[in-house]
C-alpha cells in the first residue's frame, strides 16, 4: 500500500490518509445516535414482552444478547452511514485489504499468546487494587437463562461481530485519524487508552488497554484490518470456548 504524507510530515497509509476531524465527529454523532435509537427499540419490546431492560448484576440472554447486537450496529452503521457512504468509500478503502500468510500466521500466534498474558495482566491488577478475583464481564457470558443455543449467540456476537464494529472504529478510524496527525506511538498509546477506557471496569479496562496497543501495531505494520480484526476475534472466541468449556465440566459453576 502506498504512504502517503500529510500537511504535518507523518507519512501514513492511505487509508489512514481518508478520515478528517469532520469525519470523525460525525461518525461519533452518528453512533450516539443509531445507539441511543436501537436501545429505545428494545426497551420498548421488552416491555412488551413483560421485562424490564435492567443490565444489572444478573442480565438475561436476551439483555446480553441485545447489548451486544447494538454496539455492533451502531458502531457499523456509524461509520459506515455517517462516513464511508457519505464520502463513497469502499472497505477497501478504509483498511480492509487481503493479508499474506505472513500476517495470517503471525496474527494467530499473538492472539494465542495475549491470552495468558492479558489474564495474568487481570489477575495482577486485582491483586494490587485489592479486588476480587473474579472476571467483572461474567455475568455477561454466563446470563441467566443461558444454553447451547444461547452460548453460540454470544461467541458469535462478542467473538466476531463485536471485534469487527470495535476495530472498524477504534483501528479503522480512530487510530487512522490520530496517526494522520501524530506519530505512531502517540497514536497507539491514545486510542488504546480509549478503547480501554469503554470497556467500564479497570482490570478489564488495563488489558484491553494492552491489547489495543498490541493491535493499533499490527495495522500500523500490515497496513491492513483484516490483521487486528483476526487477532481480536480469535481472542475473544478463544476465551468464550475456554469459559463454556470449563463450565461444561462443573470447573466453573453455571446458572
Same mark, same amino acid.
Given at each position: 500500500?502506498?504512504?502517503?504524507?500529510?500537511? %504535518?510530515?507523518?507519512?501514513?497509509?492511505?487509508?489512514?490518509?481518508?478520515?478528517?476531524?469532520?469525519?470523525?465527529?460525525?461518525?461519533?454523532?452518528?453512533?450516539?445516535?443509531?445507539?441511543?435509537?436501537?436501545?429505545?427499540?428494545?426497551?420498548?419490546?421488552?416491555?412488551?414482552?413483560?421485562?424490564?431492560?435492567?443490565?444489572?448484576?444478573?442480565?438475561?440472554?436476551?439483555?446480553?444478547?441485545?447489548?451486544?447486537?447494538?454496539?455492533?450496529?451502531?458502531?457499523?452503521?456509524?461509520?459506515?452511514?455517517?462516513?464511508m457512504r457519505r464520502r463513497n468509500?469502499?472497505?477497501?478503502?478504509?483498511?480492509?485489504?487481503?493479508?499474506?500468510?505472513?500476517?495470517?500466521?503471525?496474527?494467530?500466534?499473538?492472539?494465542?499468546?495475549?491470552?495468558?498474558?492479558?489474564?495474568?495482566?487481570?489477575?495482577?491488577?486485582?491483586? %494490587?487494587?485489592?479486588?476480587?478475583?473474579?472476571?467483572?464481564?461474567?455475568?455477561?457470558?454466563?446470563?441467566?437463562?443461558?444454553?447451547?443455543?444461547?452460548?453460540?449467540?454470544?461467541?458469535?456476537?462478542?467473538?466476531?461481530?463485536?471485534?469487527?464494529?470495535?476495530?472498524?472504529?477504534?483501528?479503522?478510524?480512530?487510530?487512522?485519524?490520530?496517526?494522520?496527525?501524530?506519530?505512531?506511538?502517540?497514536?497507539?498509546?491514545?486510542?488504546?487508552?480509549?478503547?480501554?477506557?469503554?470497556?467500564?471496569?479497570?482490570?478489564?479496562?488495563?488489558?484491553?488497554?494492552?491489547?489495543?496497543?498490541?493491535?493499533?501495531?499490527?495495522?500500523?505494520?500490515?497496513?491492513?484490518?483484516?490483521?487486528?480484526?483476526?487477532?481480536?476475534?480469535?481472542?475473544?472466541?478463544?476465551?468464550?470456548?475456554?469459559?463454556?468449556?470449563?463450565?461444561?465440566?462443573?470447573?466453573?459453576?453455571?446458572?
Amino acid at each position: 500500500m502506498n504512504e502517503v504524507r500529510t500537511d %504535518t510530515g507523518t507519512e501514513v497509509s492511505e487509508a489512514q490518509a481518508k478520515w478528517t476531524w469532520f469525519d470523525l465527529i460525525l461518525i461519533t454523532i452518528g453512533f450516539g445516535i443509531i445507539f441511543f435509537l436501537g436501545w429505545s427499540l428494545l426497551g420498548i419490546l421488552f416491555r412488551l414482552i413483560g421485562t424490564e431492560m435492567n443490565l444489572g448484576d444478573e442480565p438475561t440472554l436476551a439483555q446480553t444478547l441485545g447489548l451486544a447486537a447494538m454496539e455492533t450496529i451502531a458502531l457499523v452503521g456509524g461509520v459506515y452511514f455517517f462516513g464511508m457512504r457519505r464520502r463513497n468509500l469502499d472497505w477497501k478503502e478504509i483498511g480492509f485489504k487481503a493479508i499474506d500468510n505472513r500476517w495470517l500466521l503471525l496474527a494467530v500466534s499473538i492472539s494465542l499468546l495475549a491470552i495468558p498474558i492479558t489474564g495474568l495482566i487481570t489477575l495482577l491488577v486485582l491483586e %494490587t487494587l485489592e479486588l476480587p478475583f473474579e472476571n467483572p464481564q461474567l455475568e455477561f457470558f454466563l446470563p441467566e437463562g443461558i444454553s447451547f443455543p444461547g452460548a453460540l449467540g454470544i461467541m458469535l456476537f462478542g467473538g466476531i461481530a463485536v471485534p469487527f464494529a470495535e476495530e472498524l472504529f477504534f483501528r479503522g478510524v480512530l487510530f487512522a485519524w490520530l496517526r494522520k496527525h501524530w506519530s505512531m506511538w502517540p497514536s497507539l498509546l491514545v486510542s488504546a487508552f480509549l478503547f480501554g477506557l469503554v470497556h467500564f471496569d479497570i482490570a478489564v479496562g488495563v488489558t484491553a488497554f494492552i491489547l489495543g496497543i498490541v493491535l493499533g501495531w499490527v495495522y500500523e505494520k500490515s497496513k491492513s484490518l483484516w490483521t487486528p480484526f483476526l487477532i481480536h476475534a480469535l481472542n475473544n472466541s478463544l476465551r468464550l470456548l475456554l469459559l463454556y468449556i470449563l463450565v461444561a465440566f462443573g470447573v466453573i459453576p453455571g446458572v
